[in-house]
């Protein structure tokens, strides 16, 4: 089951009754509105007048629900995960942790690869050239030695948004950097949500290891993902609406990404349980299961 995502954008209290969230609206005139808590996959908290009962962050995290609050700037800030993503947490803990030098290469240079192909198939998607990118896919080399994954980025950016003046990719570069920044944090905590329920360490990658950085797996394994995003934020950029700001016709596009469709070895299924697959077929990595780390391959839809 798909699992739905919540926006609140809105001063509102939220409390649970009967195994249901219960949002109440203090400014506004209207009844409560009840939602069965199993449903939920991901709550985005952003204004700063919500209040939220203790009762009801217990049943979120014991239904793995993704909690995100937002800062000043209203972009995702935090994530809220559960202790206990798994019952064998410990045992997969301690496969994760073994994990050899030489394997984790391995699953960087597959992470590179799906990533850079998925750049070319979006490309393609658009008519423009990328016979580049389907090259660069096909040296990358274990470990990605000769940093394929940024020489493909530059040239993937320059060519995807020429519609844009002066665009780069930048944290703080022109627009629409702020709409990607918003959907790679929200496909981040899509991945983050998936690594803890497979019962892995999100904060123990393959590739990065930032010692500040809690998420660094999930920073791994969402590469080949992003493409899912730069997708829906070309076509925002085409529709004519100014995507200067991020308005909540914008926001609550962004928000859609968990039910993208996705295809992996042929078959079809919602972002959120394709990133489930994945991250399992991680898991399998790290027993000796399997070699192969399950990524996506990115078909145009829209």
Aim: hydrophobic content about 40%; some cysteine; glycine content about 4%.
């Amino acid at each position: 089951m798909i699992k739905r995502t919540l926006f609140f954008g809105n001063p509102a209290y939220l409390s649970t009754k009967n195994e249901q969230l219960v949002v109440s609206f203090p400014d506004e005139d209207k009844p409560p509105v009840t939602i069965p808590i199993e449903d939920l996959g991901y709550i985005v908290l952003e204004h700063p007048q919500i209040t939220i009962t203790t009762g009801v962050l217990t049943k979120l995290l014991e239904n793995k629900t993704a909690v995100i609050t937002c800062d000043k700037q209203h972009l995702p800030c935090g994530f809220l995960q559960p202790l206990i993503g798994h019952s064998e947490q410990t045992e997969r803990y301690r496969h994760q942790l073994n994990a050899s030098v030489p394997l984790k290469k391995n699953l960087w240079q597959q992470t590179v690869s799906a990533k850079i192909s998925n750049q070319a198939y979006h490309l393609n998607a658009r008519e423009i050239n990328a016979k580049k990118l389907k090259r660069w896919a096909d040296e990358v080399k274990s470990g990605d030695a000769e940093n394929h994954e940024a020489i493909a980025a530059a040239f993937y950016f320059q060519n995807l948004f020429t519609h844009i003046p002066d665009f780069s990719r930048n944290q703080k570069g022109v627009a629409p950097n702020g709409v990607l920044n918003y959907g790679y944090a929200i496909l981040r905590a899509i991945t983050a949500r998936a690594l803890i329920s497979t019962g892995l360490l999100p904060a123990v990658g393959i590739f990065h290891s930032n010692k500040y950085n809690a998420f660094c797996l999930a920073d791994d394994i969402m590469e080949p993902y992003r493409i899912y995003v730069d997708a829906l934020v070309y076509e925002l950029t085409k529709q004519g609406d100014n995507f200067e700001e991020l308005s909540t016709q914008i926001k609550a596009q962004l928000l859609t990404i968990p039910a993208l469709d996705v295809v992996i070895e042929g078959k079809r299924s919602p972002l959120m349980v394709a990133m489930s697959r994945t991250t399992n077929s991680l898991y399998e990595c790290y027993t000796g299961v399997s070699r192969k780390i399950l990524y996506p391959v990115f078909e145009l839809t829209v």
